[in-house]
Every structure is written in structure tokens, then in C-alpha cells.
T-cell receptor, first 116, second 110 residues
Framework: GAVVSQHPSWVICKSGTSVKIECRSLDFQATTMFWYRQFPKQSLMLMATSNEGSKATYEQGVEKDKFLINHASLTLSTLTVTSAHPEDSSFYIC????????????FGSGTRLTVV | DAKTTQPPSMDCAEGRAANLPCNHSTISGNEYVYWYRQIHSQGPQYIIHGLKNNETNEMASLIITEDRKSSTLILPHATLRDTAVYYCIVRGVDTGKLIFGQGTTLQVKP
């Protein structure tokens, strides 16, 4: 079945630094990838949608200059949290979808980001 | 995208069927209903999806009412490992996005 690998699974960084999270589709080509953020005891909130080779489309209220998304290939998308602050601490999850898949929304295992 | 309404929590005895309801009264004719579940601190796991007809796979069954305004996810023999948050999602046809609601926390008890 479709597998999405997300790394790292957890990361701790200092305030003001940047953190990159990778999302890879291992056995299919992901034409579209989605990035979500989830705070404790809350549901997943969609941050942005990215299509391979195109600029990401951000949801309302999500700062595109703070959350940089790159989808340079059909198997890799990255989310970079720039100038991280403690309020950016959250669980970040990616999802990938193949072009011709009838259901193909496969999720990564998530990245726990803690900014200190 | 059509919104969904689910009860915040449910309990189920181990070995019994778990029936999780979902209301999606504003669903459009070509929008699919998806079910995912999330076990604590993991990414969501796909369960099943459907458009009009009832669907069954190795994990669950999905019953969609004739008017498509509601559906029920059925886990036929719940186990302790089925304890999770279950999300019912209507997929936007134009956007292709999965917008998560609050879901139902299912607690399977021994």
C-alpha cells in the first residue's frame, strides 16, 4: 500500500532558529501534498496544499513567509518553520495524494516540534 | 466543503460492534465521505470511503443513507486497539482537501 515517510518524528529547537520537516512518498508519486498542524487535544488544521512544481496554496491565517513549503519532486515535500517561537510548538503532519488514486490520502506519522 | 457533525465521544465494549454516526446534511451529490482514525500522537489512518453505496473492507463497513445526509461507520468486532479518535470527512470535489472536524473519541472497554 501507499506509504508516506515523515522525518524527523520529533525535534527540539531554540527560539529564532529554523526547522525543516521532510515528507516522502515511498512507493507512489504524490502530485499533491498537504500540511497540517495539530495542537494538543485539538483536531488537525490544514495549513497548506502543494502541487509538484508549483507554489503552495496557504489556508487563511497561515503565514507563508513563516511556513515555507517546497514540493520540488513527485516524492518529496518539505516544510520549513522559520524563526521558530514557542507558540509554533505543535504536531505537524503531512499527507500525500497520487494523481490517479481514487482515495490516495496517505498520512505521515507526524513530527512533534518543541521550541524552547 | 460540506461540514460534518459527530458526537464527541462514545464507549463500546470489546468484541461488540461499534457504530459511529456522522451527519453531513449539506453534502453535494459528487462529494465523497471519508473516514479516518487517529491513535494518540500518530498520523491519521485511512479506514474507508464512499459516495452513495454502502462499502465494506477488512477494517469496517460504511453505511450511507439514501439521501446521503448521514452515514455510519461500523467496526464489527471492536478491540482495545480500536480506541482512537474517528474522523468523518466530506472531501471537497473542487479543492480535493480533507478538512477535519472534531471527530469522535471512541473508547473500547474490556
Amino acid at each position: 500500500g501507499a506509504v508516506v515517510s515523515q522525518h524527523p518524528s520529533w525535534v527540539i529547537c531554540k527560539s529564532g532558529t529554523s526547522v525543516k520537516i521532510e515528507c516522502r512518498s515511498l512507493d507512489f508519486q504524490a502530485t499533491t501534498m498537504f500540511w497540517y498542524r495539530q495542537f494538543p487535544k485539538q483536531s488537525l488544521m490544514l495549513m497548506a496544499t502543494s502541487n509538484e512544481g508549483s507554489k503552495a496554496t496557504y489556508e487563511q491565517g497561515v503565514e507563508k513567509d513563516k511556513f515555507l513549503i517546497n514540493h520540488a519532486s513527485l516524492t518529496l515535500s518539505t516544510l520549513t518553520v522559520t524563526s521558530a517561537h514557542p507558540e509554533d510548538s505543535s504536531f505537524y503532519i503531512c499527507s500525500a495524494r497520487a494523481k490517479d488514486s481514487t482515495y490516495g490520502y496517505t498520512f505521515g506519522s507526524g513530527t512533534r516540534l518543541t521550541v524552547v | 466543503d460540506a461540514k460534518t457533525t459527530q458526537p464527541p465521544s462514545m464507549d463500546c465494549a470489546e468484541g461488540r460492534a461499534a457504530n459511529l454516526p456522522c451527519n453531513h446534511s449539506t453534502i453535494s451529490g459528487n462529494e465523497y465521505v471519508y473516514w479516518y482514525r487517529q491513535i494518540h500522537s500518530q498520523g491519521p489512518q485511512y479506514i474507508i470511503h464512499g459516495l452513495k453505496n454502502n462499502e465494506t473492507n477488512e477494517m469496517a463497513s460504511l453505511i450511507i443513507t439514501e439521501d446521503r445526509k448521514s452515514s455510519t461507520l461500523i467496526l464489527p468486532h471492536a478491540t482495545l486497539r480500536d480506541t482512537a479518535v474517528y474522523y468523518c470527512i466530506v472531501r471537497g470535489v473542487d479543492t480535493g482537501k480533507l478538512i477535519f472536524g472534531q471527530g469522535t473519541t471512541l473508547q473500547v472497554k474490556p
